[in-house]
């Protein structure tokens, strides 16, 4: 199945160079002359964002790529001039640059991992001296920003709150204030800083989380996502109500 995706994929982005009449991007890393506003009519249009966005998803490979070749074989099949290459062959082929790839991934990902889990343990260690920023037994780290006087959820309460995340660059990958529709959720299906964290909170509180690799999104990440492996998060947390206390 991947094999065959792989193989459709660069098809399809052949077939967009081709239709689009731009010039392949050279190893140089310098993209197409072509411009979006000089292209003349619906037919090229439609090459140049099915090109692009396809070019996008080949970027992690495009070092296994050579545009010219693949460009000129499809060229060729368009052209009805019989394959040099045999389907075995093309298996092959495509099984080894498949397992290329998941090398090349399985190794950032490891290096990801590592990276991120150091930053965030020597930030934490650091956040920890500061005032007011309180340490639990978890690791997880707060700061009452707003003080509330309302009940505390329990683990099994659904709670409504605004919310800001960030990275430890500053850098924001969720935000319902961006929104401007506050968030409805129950504790025990969230992160388990957050479950730990609200749990903290007075209704009516706003509080400042920092959330370690494994009390967030682990190992993992969001993969594809802005969240990496290990990752340490901030939030701004403001709780709003209980909406349906466990009884």
Not at 13 to 29: F, H, M, N, Q, R
Not at 92 to 116: G, H, T, W, Y
Not at 225 to 231: D, M
């Amino acid at each position: 199945m991947k094999t065959k995706t792989l193989a459709a994929t660069a098809v399809l982005c052949a077939t967009a160079l081709v239709l689009s009449g731009c010039k392949p991007i050279e190893g140089d890393g310098n993209r197409s002359s072509t411009a979006f506003a000089d292209l003349k009519d619906e037919k090229q249009k439609v090459s140049y964002v099915i090109g692009t966005q396809v070019g996008e998803s080949l970027a992690p490979a495009k070092d296994e790529i050579d545009l010219d070749v693949l460009v000129g074989a499809m060229k060729d099949a368009i052209d009805g001039k019989p394959s040099t290459v045999d389907e075995a062959q093309a298996m092959q082929v495509m099984q080894a640059f498949s397992e290329r790839m998941q090398a090349v991934q399985m190794a950032k990902l490891e290096e990801d991992k590592q990276k991120n889990a150091a930053e965030g343990e020597a930030f934490l260690a650091g956040n920890a001296k500061k005032d007011g920023v309180q340490t639990t037994a978890s690791g997880l780290q707060y700061e009452v920003l707003e003080a509330g006087d309302g009940p505390r959820p329990s683990a099994t309460d659904t709670v409504r709150v605004h919310y800001k995340g960030t990275l430890l660059d500053g850098e924001t990958f969720d935000s319902s204030y961006d929104r401007n529709e506050p968030v409805q959720f129950a504790l025990n299906q969230v992160v388990p800083g957050w479950q730990e964290g609200l749990q903290l909170m007075p209704v009516g509180s706003k509080y400042r989380l920092w959330v370690p690799g494994a009390l967030g999104y682990g190992e993992m990440g969001t993969p594809g996502g802005p969240i990496g492996p290990n990752a340490t998060l901030v939030f701004e947390v403001e709780l709003l109500e209980i909406v349906n206390a466990a009884q």
